[in-house]
């Protein structure tokens, strides 16, 4: 059984490595403020493009997910994000790699992240994935998050999004469905899934 304690501590350990913490809270508070945006359930977030400086709210917010919600997003069971891992996910291009992220307006923490990665080989496509903190699912946050990417995609000349998910991940595979996905391949476990953007 994982330990949540020791989880979260190991995300303040890594964010005093990164920054310590009254600069990684100065910065924090120095980045885009972000779109507010309310929740089907009333609930206030601010959406914005993922920057460097987000590294600590996203090492926090990943100490937050359950085990099974980990496992979904990497497809393997992962008790923590690296150094290199965390620099990978913040200090992207906003071209190839984008990141749209929800901060919570009540507390400023973080609550959710979508993400494009453009296929090397295909310009026009790119994988995507979507994570909402625990407490924060079934609220519409994916969905938000979702089509704010989908908005940046398409400026930035992708045309088709791809996403691998498990099976039994009826969550996302909901979230899909609604963006108009269809089913390109499946195996035992996992399923592909392949999202048109419209113009």
């Not at 400086?53 to 996203?58: E, F, P, Q, T």
Request: aromatic share 4%.
């Amino acid at each position: 059984m994982i330990n949540l304690d020791g989880l979260r501590a190991l995300a303040r350990e890594r964010s005093r490595a990164l920054l310590p913490d009254a600069q990684c809270a100065q910065q924090a508070e120095q980045a885009s403020p972000g779109q507010p945006v309310a929740l089907r359930d009333g609930s206030q977030v601010l959406i914005r493009q993922v920057q460097p400086v987000d590294a600590c709210l996203l090492a926090e917010g990943f100490a937050r997910l359950s085990a099974r919600s980990r496992w979904l997003r990497f497809l393997t069971p992962k008790q923590d994000l690296s150094l290199a891992e965390l620099r990978y996910l913040t200090q992207i291009d906003h071209h190839d790699h984008e990141a749209i992220g929800a901060v919570n307006q009540a507390d400023g923490r973080g609550v959710g992240v979508a993400r494009y990665i453009r296929d090397a080989a295909d310009p026009e496509a790119a994988d995507v994935a979507v994570t909402v903190i625990d407490a924060w699912q079934r609220r519409g946050l994916g969905t938000e998050l979702l089509t704010w990417l989908c908005h940046r995609a398409r400026q930035e000349g992708i045309r088709r999004f791809t996403a691998l998910v498990v099976a039994d991940n009826t969550a996302t595979l909901g979230l899909l469905r609604r963006a108009g996905a269809r089913m390109v391949c499946r195996d035992s476990d996992t399923l592909e899934y392949e999202v048109v953007l419209g113009p």
